[in-house]
């Protein structure tokens, strides 16, 4: 006996819907156990804060442990290895900062494509970076930096958390656009580079505000200017870089990502997390006293974010001929 037209669109409408009921059943039961975030520099600068934050609030909305994990090393190419040979299982994320897409030009034989290997995920913040120097520089401001370190070529001292991350990236976009030379003293990651800079073993750096915000306003550094384009209400005496050395803007961001495969409900339900950790006034306010703001996005919007990225900091390195540490 044949079944019935009517019966029959019922039971294919039923067979239709299944996978999409099978997703929302497994987004249910995502995540059942701790979540890993790897970070690819060390505790106490910019990218861990900024894990750190949202790894706390993604803990109180999904009601389970998102433990932060710092791999630092090769400027986060030891991270992002690690993510890639992981289970696409949305239990090992990674930290997305400005420099994984430097590295696909500065390290010319990676084991992995980034653009490729990564699943874009969720961005979380944009930040800027300030240009600071110890209290001991004798200089006040921007102008008066740029000529001390062209009459005293060799004598700045400049810290950097890695060849390739944001704030390296902004210093030597300064340089091209400035003349001047400094000497670069890598460290892994910012927090090692601010402790020497706060202690006068460096004399100049580049880092993201988030982290240096604090030392900034107690005067133990002496901000000279910012990455953006205009100033910032955070430190509203301190110039915009741009203000004398024309056509400078270097800002960065910080996102989430997950192994190539990963299923697209757990991408689609960590974004939809994230976007409403970023909708909480709270969450605002502690952004805002890190120096950053809240930056969302759809997984799709951030993989175009990511391959412009990459276009943009290529040409910088191949330009300033940079090269890995």
């Known amino acids: ?184 003293v890598p460290y892994r990651g910012s927090g090692p580079m601010l402790t020497d800079l706060l202690g006068g073993q460096v004399q100049i750096a580049f880092d993201g505000l988030a982290s240096s915000i604090g030392h900034v306003k107690s005067g133990r550094l002496r901000a000279l200017g910012v990455s953006t384009k205009m100033r910032v209400d955070q430190v509203p005496d301190v110039p915009a870089i741009d203000e004398f050395a024309p056509g400078y803007e270097a800002t960065g961001w910080t996102g989430l990502g997950a192994p190539r495969g990963t299923e697209p409900f757990i991408i689609e339900a960590l974004n939809r997390a994230v976007n409403a950790c970023l909708a909480d006034p709270a969450m605002q306010a502690q952004l805002a006293d890190l120096g950053v703001a809240p930056l969302a996005m759809s997984p799709g919007d951030f993989g175009q974010l990511l391959a412009r990225e990459t276009e943009k900091w290529g040409k910088v390195v191949r330009a300033a001929n940079m090269k890995p540490e």
């Open 1 to 184: 006996m044949g079944i019935p037209r009517r019966g029959f669109l019922r039971l294919a409408a039923g067979a239709a819907a299944l996978p999409a009921l099978s997703d929302v059943t497994r987004a249910q039961t995502w995540p059942s156990r701790p979540v890993h975030i790897v970070v690819g520099y060390a505790p106490g600068g910019p990218n861990d804060i900024i894990a750190r934050l949202i790894g706390q609030k993604l803990s109180e909305r999904l009601g389970q442990s998102f433990v932060i994990d710092n791999r630092p090393g090769a400027t986060g190419n030891l991270a992002t290895e690690q993510v890639v040979r992981a289970q696409p299982d949305g239990y090992t994320l990674l930290i997305i900062p400005l420099s994984s897409t430097v590295n696909e030009t500065l390290y010319p034989n990676l084991s992995f494509n980034f653009l490729r290997d990564i699943a874009p995920v969720a961005t979380i913040s944009s930040n800027l970076y300030v240009m600071e120097v110890h209290p001991s520089v004798p200089v006040k401001t921007g102008p008066e930096l740029i000529a001390y370190a062209k009459a005293n070529p060799g004598k700045l001292n400049m810290g950097s958390p890695g060849t390739g991350t944001g704030p390296n990236m902004a210093s030597k976009l300064f340089e091209m656009l400035t003349g001047v030379k400094l000497v670069e």
